[in-house]
């Protein structure tokens, strides 16, 4: 097996590695890079990953101060490499950054000027589901050789299995989460219904339109009635208007 | 996990589901692991946010008592997943490890001629949604093939349990409001009735309820029954000047008094 192969190896079985205990987003990134920067002919690398929602930017890194600005500068314009092969969900390239783009007029010059002769931009991707970019900087202009592509092509892949499981697995546990509190919620009104029943000696129906009319009148959740009724800090009266009746006639 | 083995139960769901002229839902999931774990019980509880397990749904007979006592007094082997999130598979409640590690839980089981239990995490991960657990009435293990199968059939119940298609989680949503108008609601407000007749806090209040079950042989939910319709109150036990319980006739000495 050829060093990039190991390469390559040691970096799929690190970025698919995302369901841990610790997981780290950002920690993450600066990997993702190292392993691209890591590739033959590559000297720097940088990595822009999406917010869960799609939105950008999320997490934007690079493994070298100059490739960090070229990502900062694509997120600020919203034009170049890494954010067409976001957006597109392909393989984006420029192997000679001299001379106008008309796709990134400003970002290719920007480029130059950090040093860099060639650009590669491979999506972070899963099925039809792109998250980020993984931009390959050459230090000269030039077609990169396809051992390189497929070997960067391979890593960029690996990263967006990696994301995606990650990505479902957090959504799962906000949902279950949600759906915990949920029934702690219905829980307590239950609760509720019978403190109530058992102070006002009526019965738990009565109890459940008294937790409810006091929610109406102060435009409140009957969850949230229902948890302070529980808690002991509150002892729902009705609302406001008839309140005042009862204070007048002196109940 | 063997990918066609996992195909081959959600499958068996969904032929289940077709005959009965209904969706695929967390129901079927439960009946599936019963039948590929050749148990005849079978039952579903899902975690509450404050830690503990609240039982939803039970198929076989006596399952449901047996679900309703594990949860309430935190012992037993879905109690345990509950806990850890790690599966407890009991081949055989009859030993004296199992006397040992749950006592109250391995009694009404072989009072109920349950000899092994296997319970599941429902979840992913650290964030547990619920368990799911067999009873058989024979006591053995669990081949390879039938573990695989029931951890499919947990895993089937958190992907519909999360499935919003529907809209809100509306199949989990049934699951609880079933439960709840069937006995768990009553459960809950009799808690809520035993801390105004007694003004201690709710924690405390279902230890009352269910220690007063369990020491008389009785369902929690059938206690919790009798509160809500008044046939049985709590007050605070009266005590002479040594300190000792005195109750007044018929009154069990952790207060609940029956009321004829």
């Given at each position: 097996?050829?060093?990039?192969?190991?390469?390559?190896?040691?970096?799929?079985?690190?970025?698919?590695?995302?369901?841990?205990?610790?997981?780290?987003?950002?920690?993450?990134?600066?990997?993702?890079?190292?392993?691209?920067?890591?590739?033959?002919?590559?000297?720097?690398?940088g990595?822009l990953?999406?917010?869960?929602?799609?939105?950008m930017?999320?997490?934007s890194?690079?493994?070298?101060?100059?490739a960090?600005v070229l990502g900062e500068f694509q997120l600020e314009r919203n034009e170049g490499p890494a954010i067409d092969a976001y957006r597109?969900?392909?393989?984006v390239r420029r192997?000679?950054l001299?001379?106008?783009d008309?796709r990134w007029p400003r970002f290719s010059a920007t480029a130059?000027?950090?040093?860099y002769?060639?650009v590669?931009a491979?999506?972070?991707?899963?099925?039809?589901?792109?998250?980020?970019a993984?931009s390959?900087f050459?230090?000269?202009?030039?077609?990169?050789?396809?051992?390189?592509?497929?070997?960067?092509?391979?890593?960029?892949?690996?990263?967006?299995?990696?994301?995606?499981?990650?990505?479902?697995?957090?959504?799962?546990?906000?949902?279950?989460?949600?759906?915990?509190?949920?029934?702690?919620?219905?829980?307590?009104?239950?609760?509720?219904?019978?403190?109530?029943?058992?102070?006002?000696?009526?019965?738990?129906?009565?109890?459940?339109?008294?937790?409810?009319?006091?929610?109406?009148?102060?435009?409140?959740?009957?969850?949230?009635?229902?948890?302070?009724?529980?808690?002991?800090?509150?002892?729902?009266?009705?609302?406001?208007?008839?309140?005042?009746?009862?204070?007048?006639?002196?109940? | 996990?063997?990918?066609?083995?996992?195909?081959?139960?959600?499958?068996?769901?969904?032929?289940?589901?077709?005959?009965?002229?209904?969706?695929?839902?967390?129901?079927?999931?439960?009946?599936?692991?019963?039948?590929?774990?050749?148990?005849?019980?079978?039952?579903?509880?899902?975690?509450?946010?404050?830690?503990?397990?609240?039982?939803?749904?039970?198929?076989?007979?006596?399952?449901?008592?047996?679900?309703?006592?594990?949860?309430?007094?935190?012992?037993?082997?879905?109690?345990?997943?509950?806990?850890?999130?790690?599966?407890?598979?009991?081949?055989?409640?009859?030993?004296?490890?199992?006397?040992?590690?749950?006592?109250?839980?391995?009694?009404?089981?072989?009072?109920?001629?349950?000899?092994?239990?296997?319970?599941?995490?429902?979840?992913?991960?650290?964030?547990?949604?619920?368990?799911?657990?067999?009873?058989?009435?024979?006591?053995?293990?669990?081949?390879?093939?039938?573990?695989?199968?029931?951890?499919?059939?947990?895993?089937?119940?958190?992907?519909?349990?999360?499935?919003?298609?529907?809209?809100?989680?509306?199949?989990?949503?049934?699951?609880?409001?079933?439960?709840?108008?069937?006995?768990?609601?009553?459960?809950?407000?009799?808690?809520?009735?035993?801390?105004?007749?007694?003004?201690?806090?709710?924690?405390?209040?279902?230890?009352?309820?269910?220690?007063?079950?369990?020491?008389?042989?009785?369902?929690?939910?059938?206690?919790?029954?009798?509160?809500?319709?008044?046939?049985?109150?709590?007050?605070?036990?009266?005590?002479?000047?040594?300190?000792?319980?005195?109750?007044?006739?018929?009154?069990?000495?952790?207060?609940?008094?029956?009321?004829?």
């Amino acid at each position: 097996m050829s060093g990039t192969d190991q390469q390559v190896m040691a970096a799929i079985v690190e970025l698919t590695d995302t369901i841990v205990p610790d997981f780290d987003i950002k920690h993450f990134a600066d990997r993702l890079a190292a392993h691209g920067a890591g590739l033959p002919g590559i000297a720097a690398a940088g990595v822009l990953i999406s917010e869960p929602d799609g939105g950008m930017p999320g997490i934007s890194t690079a493994s070298t101060a100059e490739a960090l600005v070229l990502g900062e500068f694509q997120l600020e314009r919203n034009e170049g490499p890494a954010i067409d092969a976001y957006r597109t969900g392909t393989y984006v390239r420029r192997p000679d950054l001299r001379g106008p783009d008309p796709r990134w007029p400003r970002f290719s010059a920007t480029a130059r000027a950090a040093g860099y002769g060639a650009v590669h931009a491979l999506p972070l991707r899963l099925r039809t589901d792109t998250m980020g970019a993984l931009s390959l900087f050459s230090p000269e202009a030039g077609a990169l050789p396809e051992s390189v592509v497929a070997a960067g092509r391979a890593i960029a892949d690996a990263a967006g299995i990696g994301l995606a499981h990650r990505r479902r697995f957090d959504e799962q546990e906000r949902l279950t989460v949600q759906l915990r509190n949920a029934l702690d919620s219905r829980v307590v009104i239950e609760q509720a219904k019978g403190l109530l029943a058992e102070r006002r000696r009526v019965d738990v129906g009565a109890a459940f339109d008294l937790l409810r009319a006091y929610a109406r009148g102060h435009n409140t959740k009957i969850g949230e009635v229902a948890a302070r009724v529980v808690d002991g800090s509150l002892d729902p009266r009705p609302g406001p208007s008839r309140t005042r009746r009862r204070t007048r006639s002196g109940i | 996990m063997d990918g066609t083995r996992g195909a081959h139960i959600w499958t068996i769901i969904h032929v289940l589901a077709r005959e009965e002229h209904e969706t695929v839902s967390i129901r079927h999931t439960v009946q599936v692991c019963a039948r590929v774990l050749s148990a005849g019980g079978a039952g579903l509880a899902m975690m509450r946010e404050d830690g503990e397990a609240e039982p939803l749904y039970a198929i076989g007979p006596g399952t449901e008592a047996l679900e309703e006592m594990q949860y309430a007094l935190g012992e037993g082997p879905g109690a345990e997943v509950a806990g850890s999130g790690v599966p407890v598979l009991a081949a055989d409640l009859r030993t004296d490890r199992a006397a040992r590690r749950w006592p109250r839980f391995s009694r009404e089981a072989a009072r109920q001629g349950t000899a092994a239990a296997f319970a599941f995490p429902v979840g992913a991960g650290a964030a547990l949604l619920g368990v799911l657990s067999a009873y058989r009435s024979t006591p053995g293990g669990l081949g390879g093939d039938a573990l695989a199968d029931a951890l499919t059939c947990a895993d089937a119940a958190f992907v519909l349990a999360l499935d919003e298609r529907g809209g809100i989680n509306s199949d989990l949503w049934d699951l609880i409001e079933a439960a709840f108008a069937e006995r768990r609601g009553e459960v809950h407000q009799a808690a809520g009735m035993v801390t105004a007749q007694l003004g201690v806090d709710l924690t405390a209040a279902f230890v009352v309820l269910r220690n007063h079950a369990y020491t008389h042989g009785r369902r929690l939910s059938d206690v919790a029954a009798d509160v809500t319709a008044g046939r049985l109150r709590f007050g605070p036990a009266r005590h002479d000047a040594a300190g000792t319980d005195r109750g007044a006739g018929g009154r069990p000495a952790d207060g609940g008094r029956e009321i004829p």
